[in-house]
C-alpha cells in the first residue's frame, strides 16, 4: 500500500513513465485541469504561482482530465499546445487521465484517500451553483471524496504527505500562503 506520493509512476503527456520520486524534497500541487471550463483561467494564476515559487522548490503537476462536462477534449499535445500559447505554462503536464470511477488514476485513489471533499466556497461566484448541481445528482455528494470538478487541487508537503485538498472555488491567494509555508 502506498505510504506517500512518491510510490506512484504516472505518464508524461508523451507516455513516457515517470515515477514521481524524482520529485522528492519539493513541495507539490497536483491538479487535475481541463481547456474549456469555467475555471481554466486558473491556469494563469497556477503559472503565476509556478514562477513565483518555482526556485525555491515547488512543483505543479498537471493532468488534464476529460471526465467534468467534456471540458478537455484533444490530445495532449493540444492541450499543451493550448496551455503555453494562452496562459504560458512551463509546469510539468502529464497524459490525460480518469480521476473518478473504475478507470481512475491510482495516484488520485491515493490522494482522495488522504484528504476528501473539503467543501465549495460559498463565497465564490459559482460556488453554489456547483453546490446546487452536486446535491441535484447526490443529495450525500459532500460526504464523499469523489473529485467534484476541474481545477480540484492536492498540495504535498517535502516528504510527499498530502497536507492539503482545494476545490476549484478556493482563493489561489490562501493557496499561495500554504506553499509558502511549507517552503520556509
Not at 515515477?19 to 491556469?43: D, M
Given at each position: 500500500m502506498a505510504q506517500n506520493v512518491y510510490d506512484f509512476n504516472v505518464l508524461d503527456r508523451k507516455g513516457?513513465?515517470?515515477?514521481?520520486?524524482?520529485?522528492?524534497?519539493?513541495?507539490?500541487?497536483?491538479?487535475?485541469?481541463?481547456?474549456?471550463?469555467?475555471?481554466?483561467?486558473?491556469?494563469?494564476?497556477?503559472?503565476a504561482l509556478y514562477k513565483a515559487y518555482k526556485d525555491r522548490g515547488l512543483e505543479i503537476l498537471d493532468f488534464p482530465c476529460n471526465q467534468f462536462g467534456q471540458q478537455a477534449p484533444g490530445s495532449e499535445e493540444e492541450i499543451h499546445s493550448f496551455c503555453q500559447l494562452n496562459f504560458g505554462t512551463e509546469f510539468p503536464q502529464f497524459k490525460k487521465i480518469e480521476v473518478n470511477g473504475e478507470n481512475e488514476a491510482p495516484l488520485f485513489t491515493f490522494l482522495k484517500s488522504q484528504k476528501g471533499f473539503q467543501g465549495f466556497d460559498m463565497n465564490h461566484k459559482i460556488g453554489a451553483l456547483l453546490h446546487d448541481m452536486m446535491l441535484k445528482a447526490d443529495p450525500d455528494y459532500a460526504n464523499k471524496p469523489d473529485i467534484k470538478w476541474n481545477f480540484t487541487k492536492f498540495l504535498i508537503n517535502q516528504q510527499g504527505e498530502v497536507v492539503a485538498r482545494y476545490e476549484p472555488t478556493h482563493d489561489i491567494k490562501l493557496i499561495k500562503q500554504d506553499i509558502a509555508k511549507l517552503l520556509d
Open positions: 513516457n513513465e515517470v515515477s514521481l520520486s524524482e520529485y522528492k524534497g519539493k513541495v507539490l500541487l497536483i491538479v487535475n485541469t481541463a481547456t474549456r471550463c469555467g475555471f481554466t483561467p486558473q491556469y494563469e494564476e497556477l503559472e
